[in-house]
């Protein structure tokens, strides 16, 4: 660009040409006016000489401001090096290009020699392209060439002025850039002979004909081309016609957006990554715009959902009804989400409750998150949905467990105690009557029965645990049902008779027969029975009765136990033989028990094969139960039963227990069966008497102190004196495993406390070597 200096106080050296010149500048002024690119003007000193219009609309320029260095212009007070760059600019005849932010607009700065028409650099052009509005500045570029020349090369972009037959009229210096040629060899050359042949044959100059014809506007083309010192560039292609003396051109624009097109292809890239990984989430994860509409969502928050959303329709909410945890209604705007996207912050772990369209109800976590562009504008949010309903449910689960594992300690303790008063009782009562012999016939069936029920308990919850940890062995024969009632009835008759109840029985006369383990069979019998009785009050009936069914095409047997008792809630009927379930509360209870019996009932019978129910028609209307069985086609074994007296024994036997009440009556009931008897308390002591008294039998105690019943065992087999002796241990824990361990230590029989006397009696005769009870 040629422009002329004024010196300071605007003095002007006057010659022949000074007229011309005034015209020449007063014509670049009035050019430079209509361009909306500001353009500033600087000598070689970078003092302002001159500016257009749009310099002063947009930096704020005045009159005043000419003859002042750049750098003190307000809207430019950030480029803190523009003076330096406009001396590097003058001193190297090189443009220089910087990315400029004014306000709320960006900018392409560049800053280029300006020469005289005789070619001598004058100073700098700095331009300042409005990149978000190149379109607009090109359509005000000034037509003159020689200025034309000027301000298109100060646009970054590669343009290209063709005249009707698409040929090169101007460019700028960045169009001969891109094309590796200099301005003498394309003057007035086809533009379509500067390319390889897909730039020959593209569609690009059939669309620049139409647009020259006005048949249809030009619209955006991407193109790819080898730059020679960039390599391949996407380009984007632009076009506008122009009109000068009746004559139609076409401006023809460059804009590189490789850099562009590769970030975006990053960013979808990266969309779809992060939409792949959402989806893989197995929580319930989704997005929406500022205003809460869903953008994505994944499978899970589908199942979630409880229905697929609408994208832009459905909001946050989807169609839930959201309670908080008290279970009050939560409005919609009072949610996470919605308090995220208003207040621009994230929210985690509030626990909320929503209510699908199909009624469910499910708990979860929320953990809404806003989302931001590069501006800091809100744009959207995500959220994850974290259900803890099976959390929830387990928590409670466990706090009812809880609460009835508490209730059911307490249950046992008042179980325990019950039986035991009595006994205290009595044998106080004993005590009072210095042991007469009417006081203790008195007093030995409470006793009796008391101890019995204790045993009971006990094995129950053995019964429990063996099934629990599956070491319960049937040992199944076919069995007449007639006979295994009548031993199951027996086996109740003092409770029932006690507490004078009538029962009757209706029997087949056919001999049905089921292949069962008759021991386990009369404890279901005998549960059940104990249940009829314990909930049916005085002069009460119980009936038992048989008959036969059809189920899945097998025959089976139907044994029923009706009662006539307190019936059975439609709320309690579902869980009357879960364990543990109980119909009152603990401090209104009036029936004794632990409420395993039914529980137990149940699983022996689903051992076997068969299935039980309850029935009832609700509170004092009764209550049957039905155990139902597969027949068999075998006849029932016949079982031999014969009363058979404890036999004498002649026995020496010595007692180490250290439980001294349990040793000394054990020693007593070993004298009244015949034998004679030491007792000692400890291991040591023990084995002292058991060398001086040279016993047939040691009866052993397992958990002692200090030294416990399988040392003990092991040292007594150690002295060969003593390797004929019958040693059994007799403790308080009975399990299966328990047993094996005592005869892998070397004992000969395993006894479970209290001892029956009958086992007893055989074990001291010595006719049950290795064996347990």
């Known amino acids: 660009m040629s422009v002329e200096q004024v010196p300071p106080g605007g003095a002007r050296k006057t010659h022949p040409e000074a007229d011309s010149i005034d015209s020449l500048g007063a014509d670049v002024a009035g050019i430079l006016d209509s361009v909306d690119v500001p353009i500033i ?111 298109l090369n100060t646009v970054g972009s590669p343009l290209v002025v063709l005249n009707a037959e698409l040929r090169i009229q101007s460019a700028n210096r960045a169009f001969y850039v891109l094309f590796g040629v200099s301005r003498d060899d394309t003057q007035n050359v ?80 990266s969309e779809r990554r992060f939409r792949q990984m959402i989806d893989a989430l197995p929580v319930a994860v989704y997005t929406t715009d500022a205003e809460g509409r869903l953008t994505h969502f994944n499978p899970a928050a589908v199942e979630f959902a409880g229905r697929v959303p609408t994208l832009g329709e459905d909001h946050w909410c989807v169609s839930w009804k959201l ?13 996470p989400m919605a308090i995220t996207l208003k207040e621009g912050r994230p929210l985690h772990g509030e626990e909320a409750i929503a209510e699908r369209p199909d009624g469910e109800r499910r708990w979860f976590q929320p953990f809404p998150t806003p989302l931001f562009n590069d501006a800091g504008r809100l744009i959207g949010g995500i959220n994850m949905l974290l259900d803890i309903t099976d959390r929830k449910q387990a928590d409670e689960a466990l706090q009812d467990a809880n609460r009835r594992k508490d209730e059911f300690l ?31 016939q008195r007093v030995r069936p409470i006793m009796e029965r008391q101890v019995s029920q204790m045993v009971r308990l006990i094995d129950d919850l053995l019964d429990v645990s063996r099934i629990a940890s599956g070491k319960i062995v049937l040992r199944r024969a076919p069995s007449s049902v007639t006979e295994l009632i009548h031993s199951a009835i027996e086996a109740q008759r003092d409770a029932i008779d006690a ?113 039980i129910s309850a029935h009832s028609d609700g509170p004092g209307r009764g209550s049957t139960f039905v155990i139902k069985m597969p027949l068999c086609e075998r006849v029932a074994e016949v079982a031999t039963t014969s009363n058979i007296e404890l036999p004498r024994v002649a026995s020496r036997v010595v007692i180490i227990d250290d439980n001294e009440d349990a040793a000394n009556t054990l020693s007593m009931l070993v004298e009244q069966l015949g034998g004679s008897s030491r007792t000692a308390y400890d291991a040591t002591s023990g084995l002292k008497v058991v060398k001086d008294f040279q016993p047939d039998t040691v009866l052993l105690d397992i958990g002692m102190p200090k030294i416990d019943g399988y040392e003990t065992c092991r040292q007594l087999r150690q002295q060969p004196s003593l390797k004929k002796i019958n040693i059994v241990a007799v403790s308080g824990w009975g399990q299966s495993h328990d047993q094996q361990r005592a005869l ?29 009870s």
């Open 41 to 151: 003007v600087v000598g070689h000193d970078c003092i302002l000489s001159r500016f257009n219009r749009a310099a002063s609309d947009v930096l704020g320029l005045t009159p005043s401001d000419t003859g002042r260095p750049p750098s003190v212009i307000a809207a430019l007070a950030d480029l803190k090096d523009l003076e330096r760059l406009c001396v590097q600019v003058i001193a190297d005849e090189t443009p220089i290009r910087r990315d400029i932010r004014i306000g709320d607009r960006r900018f392409l700065l560049r800053i280029a020699p300006c020469t005289q028409s005789g070619g001598q650099i004058t100073g700098a052009v700095l331009t300042f392209a409005n990149v978000t509005a190149l379109r607009a500045s090109l359509e005000q570029a000034i037509y003159e060439r020689e200025y034309t020349k000027a301000v």
């Open 190 to 269: 086809l533009l379509q002979t500067l390319g390889d042949e897909d730039w020959k044959r593209s569609d690009l100059w059939q669309s620049l004909r139409a647009v020259l014809s006005g048949t249809s506007e030009f619209e955006l083309q991407e193109i790819e081309r080898t730059v020679p010192s960039l390599g391949r560039r996407t380009l984007l292609l632009d076009a506008r016609t122009i009109s000068r003396d009746g004559a139609t051109a076409v401006l023809l624009s460059f804009q590189d957006i490789t850099e562009l097109k590769r970030a975006g292809a990053a960013v979808q890239e």
């Open 323 to 335: 309670y908080r945890p008290d279970g009050t209604p939560l409005a919609r705007d009072e949610t």
């Open 410 to 440: 307490a249950l046992l303790a008042h179980e325990l105690r019950n039986p035991l008063a009595p006994i205290r009782t009595g044998l106080e009562l004993i005590r009072i009557s210095e042991d007469s012999p009417a006081s203790i």
């Open 499 to 611: 507490a004078k109840i009538d029962i009757t029985c209706k029997l087949s006369e056919s001999p049905f027969v089921i292949d069962v383990d008759p021991t386990r069979f009369v404890q279901i019998l005998s549960n059940v029975l104990h249940n009829a009785s314990k909930f049916t009050p005085a002069h009460g009936k119980i009936c038992v009765s048989v008959e036969t069914i059809v189920t899945n095409n097998i025959p089976c047997v139907a044994i029923a136990v009706s009662d006539t008792g307190i019936g059975i809630s439609t709320a309690m009927l579902p869980r009357v033989f879960e364990l543990f379930a109980q119909a009152e509360a603990p401090a209104q209870r009036t029936h004794g028990g632990l409420g395993i019996g039914l529980a137990l009932a149940r699983r022996l019978v689903e051992m076997h094969g068969g299935e």
């Open 744 to 772: 892998d230590a070397g004992f000969d029989a395993h006894l479970t406390k209290p001892v029956d006397p009958e086992v007893l009696a055989h074990v001291l005769t010595g006719n049950t070597r290795r064996r347990s």
